[in-house]
């Protein structure tokens, strides 16, 4: 029986799992399920079977990590620091390699990674689905095709104060679906930090992170992506800050030490820049100055981005923002730090438990009355519409900072 090959760092991980359990509570699809194989627990004994040749690396083990959104929910409890996602990769990507059906099993997802690299493409195939909708599209199609998000509205134009000297630098990260089909929400965020104190660059022609890849077993593709992205970088001046608007992506960017730790020329540069990626709504927080934010009187809720909570471990940012909004009431939502389902690709390879978690999300917003709920995230932003508008709520959902620049003032204050 052929040994499923791992690296000695995901063996390390393994060998530090002391299956206490305190994950259980954690993982998503184990509370959805009640299933030990459904568990992170569960799921790296499966993997550590299949490494030591006592078990068949095949459908089976592909199943129960198939079924894993990689939220890395249980990271964040694990009391012994095991990084899971780490193994959960690294398994899939010698799945892949034996048989690709094993990590990629919706037909649109192979064309969704080529696209991702191509975003002229991308952006034209967005606006015809959106109307396509209405077609009718083969079914393997329509699954895709209804997570496609509305067109956004204009930003109204705002003056941007001049920044105070020194000013922090930012290279923005524009990411694929957020630059296609957020732009707006990249075009508020980026005059956000510069009405803070910062210095932003936002370059025509970006990459993609490689996340999707990587969560599909595609490690390699993963790995050229993150060179080429970290070849823009190499030469900016150390102080740089990479921000950017997606959770997922950023979670990325700041493990690119570890996806490219045995490679001899990209290596050093990707532990240079590790520390220095930040999402938005922790730059927000950390520039010299404050927009000043008026609200509307509306209750608003949060969905938080899995990899910004457990792989960034930048969470607390959005939150932190959205208690002080004055004229509106932030309200926390149970399942705000909880995965929605997105989770990449996994609604398209995974609808039925995708929906069957998006379903309590919504339920939630529905009883707290929620009329604007917000993400950090673009799958986040594509899911949460599907749930929105299928269960016909008033609802409205809006990228953190969208909603930030629609309660912008126009004003600007030194930090409290």
Request: hydrophobic share 40%.
């Amino acid at each position: 029986m052929e040994r499923l090959t791992l690296s000695d760092g995901a063996v390390f991980e393994l060998e530090h799992c002391n299956k206490c359990g305190f994950c259980l509570p954690a993982c998503p699809t184990y509370q959805e399920t009640g299933s030990e194989v459904a568990s992170p627990r569960g799921r790296l004994s499966l993997v550590e079977a299949a490494w030591r040749g006592e078990i068949e690396a095949g459908q089976g083990l592909a199943d129960a990590l198939s079924l894993c959104l990689g939220c890395r929910a249980c990271e964040t409890a694990c009391p012994s620091g095991v990084r899971y996602g780490r193994v959960l990769e690294e398994a899939r990507a010698a799945l892949w390699h034996r048989r690709p059906a094993y990590t990629v099993r919706h037909e649109s997802v192979p064309m969704l990674l080529r696209l991702v690299t191509r975003r002229a493409t991308f952006r034209r195939l967005i606006r015809l689905g959106r109307w396509g909708r209405a077609l009718p599209l083969p079914r393997r199609y329509k699954a895709a095709a209804a997570l496609l998000p509305e067109p956004r509205p204009t930003l109204a134009a705002k003056p941007t104060p001049p920044p105070p000297e020194p000013a922090q630098r930012i290279w923005f990260f524009t990411t694929c679906v957020m630059d296609t089909a957020y732009r707006e929400a990249n075009d508020a965020a980026v005059a956000l930090l510069r009405a803070a104190g910062a210095e932003v660059t936002v370059e025509p022609e970006q990459g993609c992170c490689g996340a999707l890849h990587a969560h599909s077993g595609q490690e390699e593709e993963a790995r050229a992506l993150a060179r080429a992205n970290l070849a823009r970088w190499q030469n900016l001046p150390d102080d740089t800050w990479i921000v950017l608007h997606a959770g997922g992506c950023g979670a990325m960017l700041a493990e690119y030490d570890y996806l490219l730790r045995d490679d001899p020329e990209w290596g050093p540069v990707a532990r240079r820049w590790a520390g220095r990626v930040k999402d938005f709504a922790t730059a927000l927080l950390a520039l010299p100055r404050r927009p000043v934010f008026a609200g509307k009187g509306q209750r608003v809720g949060l969905q938080n981005s899995c990899h910004l909570v457990n792989g960034l471990r930048q969470g607390s940012a959005p939150v932190e923002i959205l208690r002080k909004i004055p004229g509106d009431t932030f309200v926390e939502l149970p399942g705000q730090d909880r995965c929605c389902g997105s989770a990449g690709v996994y609604n398209l390879n995974e609808p039925l438990m995708a929906r069957r978690l998006l379903d309590r999300h919504v339920d939630e917003v529905r009883d707290g009355a929620v009329d604007v709920w917000i993400v950090n995230n673009p799958g986040c932003g594509l899911q949460c519409e599907v749930g929105v508008r299928e269960a016909k709520l008033p609802t409205q959902v809006r990228h953190l900072a969208e909603y930030l620049y629609d309660r912008w003032t126009g004003e600007v204050a030194p930090p409290s």
